[in-house]
């Protein structure tokens, strides 16, 4: 098996879909919306917060690596349906990108600011490989602990629900 940049395309599509198995547990534990502000501590962004990190990195850098416009974050305020919907859309866009996008692509510089204070450029495969991929294992994990810790009965293999 050979890997491409594009290959992060269908590895992102698993995140997504992992997320939706997450939303689904999560949902049905609580037994309603509740939960997306559910944290793991005090001082740590809501369940929420993760599952919107999660949908946006899944479209914005594989666009940015393809030198594709990235589609606008998610709005911050999203109630379920709007979350199932924001998955739905970004697995969507996902379907829509194409190998042939991402080829020669890897060394290409990719400037990015990161909050007020950085804005490194690096070769587009070392944001997707390690900064963009990093960041949804991340959150997706941060959304797992979420969960763990009020209950929730997921176990590892639940991570894996949108395949290996």
């Known amino acids: 098996m050979t890997v491409t940049l594009f290959s992060f395309v269908a590895m992102f599509d698993q995140q997504l879909a992992t997320a939706v198995h997450l ?9 309603g919306p509740g939960f997306l502000d559910w944290r793991l501590i ?3 962004a809501p369940l929420r917060f993760q ?11 594989p666009a940015r690596v393809a030198g594709l416009e990235p ?6 305020d999203l109630d379920l349906p709007g979350f199932r919907i ?6 969507a866009y996902l ?8 080829d020669g692509r890897e060394d290409a510089p990719l400037t990015v600011a990161l909050g007020t204070s950085m804005e490194p450029t690096l070769p587009a495969a ?5 900064f963009a991929t990093t960041n949804i294992y991340f959150h997706l994990s941060i959304t797992y602990a979420i969960l763990r810790s009020k209950g ?6 639940d991570l894996f629900a949108g395949g290996l």
Not at 71 to 76: H, Y
Not at 95 to 102: C, G, I
């Open 51 to 61: 599952l919107r990190v999660i949908v946006n990195f899944s479209r914005s850098w």
């Open 152 to 157: 929730v009965k997921i176990g590892k293999t």
């Open 71 to 76: 589609p606008a974050d998610i709005a911050d």
């Open 95 to 102: 379907a829509s990108l194409t190998p042939a996008q991402f």
């Open 23 to 31: 939303l689904d547990t999560g949902e049905a534990h609580a037994g």
């Open 126 to 130: 070392k944001w997707l490989t390690g």
């Open 86 to 91: 924001a998955i739905a859309d970004a697995r």
């Open 42 to 44: 005090d001082d740590m």
